[in-house]
């Protein structure tokens, strides 16, 4: 295959909300995809942890529904369902260019395990490590 030939699509990444108000599609690559510890992450979305992946943010899209907005902290904006409250993406402002989704919001979850877990510092005493890898 010569490097002029061109270069089989991406196949496209689906997922939502709950209740199907909101739904997004990724077209891109997934960047890194992580397990995240931090106190942050655990009171916006009421878990002991939460599992992200990033994208690049050219390759995110809406296609149903348009969340609600909610900056968590300053430089952080969050999105989620304004009908049902599923938690959808993260967006840090250090971070132009990205966007990270709440894993669990994917229509095949298991596609993308996390790589790592991160802010581990943070981590609930009694919560297990999910990868081998930790900040």
Known sequence: M???APKPPIPSIKGGCFCGEVRYRITG??????????????RT???????WFTVNEMDFHWV????????SSAPVI?????????SLT??????VGEVDITTATLDKPEKIAPSKDIFC????????FHTQEHD
């Open 29 to 42: 690559p997934v960047l890194i995809s992580a397990q995240c510890h931090c106190e942050d992450c655990r």
């Open 64 to 71: 149903n529904g348009e969340p609600s907005r909610f900056a």
């Open 121 to 128: 510092q943070e981590k609930i005493s009694w919560v297990p």
């Open 2 to 4: 010569s490097s002029d």
């Open 90 to 95: 993260y967006q840090h402002g250090d971070r």
């Open 78 to 86: 969050r999105t989620f369902c304004p009908a049902c409250g599923t």
């Open 45 to 51: 979305i009421g878990a002991t942890s939460v599992s």
